[in-house]
């Protein structure tokens, strides 16, 4: 794991955890940080990681503070550590009994009431505020697809949760499931992929497209345009992320016999 400025890395080596400086080619460690998964913090003053035998249920994560070299323990029922905000000021922490943000300045954790994710299924505006994640239980009443996962947006400030893979009907979810959600920074647009044949009209088909809500104006958009203007329906599309304004989209696609391409 690097950090935004790319002058610290940090890594796991037979069970301890290591940082890194490229620049004076320092390297950094702790004898209680042990464990797995490293992960650092953009601003690099931060390293998350599992302390313990980790499972999607529960976990205990480490959290090294480089400034103070200090080890501290999150316990939390949550097992997914999912990373940090853009600030370093909140962890998430997502999983199938819960989902979990962990205050980095004053150490507390706040748990989404009643909310649990499909594990690795989620992801946190700049301010952790708003959690996109991933569920197959309907924690909106405008979810009438129940058995298939679909995409919410959870806001920590109001403790409500609303559906984002909504049909263009506007009264219902996606006729099929939806995943891999992608947030900007202030939670106002999320993008996922789904093969859902109703989120926006015109597809017939069933293969995997991208699409980006906006929140605020309630309208979905297809992201993937084919050459004609038209809907793609050429390949799957897989693995989709946005820059955190809201702007610039990356995904891949995989067409049969052509492999995939970004």
Known sequence: ????????????????????????????????????????SPNGNLVAFFKAAASVQS?????????????????????GLRGFSPDGGWILIDGPSSIV??????????????????????????DGRFVAFVSTSPYDA??????????????????QSRL??????????GDGPSQNPFISADGRYVGFRSTASNIVPGITNRVPQV????????????LMIGPSGGFSGE?????????????????LSGREGRGRSV
């Open 164 to 173: 984002v893979s909504v049909n263009f009907t506007g009264i219902g979810s």
């Open 59 to 79: 976990a205990q994560i480490g959290l090294w503070r480089l400034t103070n070299n200090a080890v501290s323990t999150i316990t939390t029922s949550a097992g």
């Open 1 to 40: 794991s690097i950090s935004a400025a790319g002058n610290r890395v940090a890594f796991d080596r037979n069970t301890q955890i290591y940082a890194w400086d490229p620049g004076s080619g320092v390297f950094g460690s702790n004898i209680s940080a042990s464990g797995s998964r490293a992960i650092i």
């Open 101 to 126: 943000l962990y205050n980095t300045t004053n150490s507390t954790l706040y748990t989404f009431p009643g909310l649990s994710s499909t594990p690795g299924q989620s992801q946190m505006s700049a």
């Open 235 to 251: 390949g799957s599309l897989f693995r989709p992320a946005m820059c955190l304004v809201g702007k610039t989209f990356v995904f």
């Open 211 to 222: 699409y980006l809500r906006d929140i605020n104006a309630g309208l979905t958009i297809l």
């Open 142 to 159: 405008a979810d009438t697809n129940n058995s298939a996962p679909d995409v919410y947006l959870a806001d920590r400030t109001t403790g």
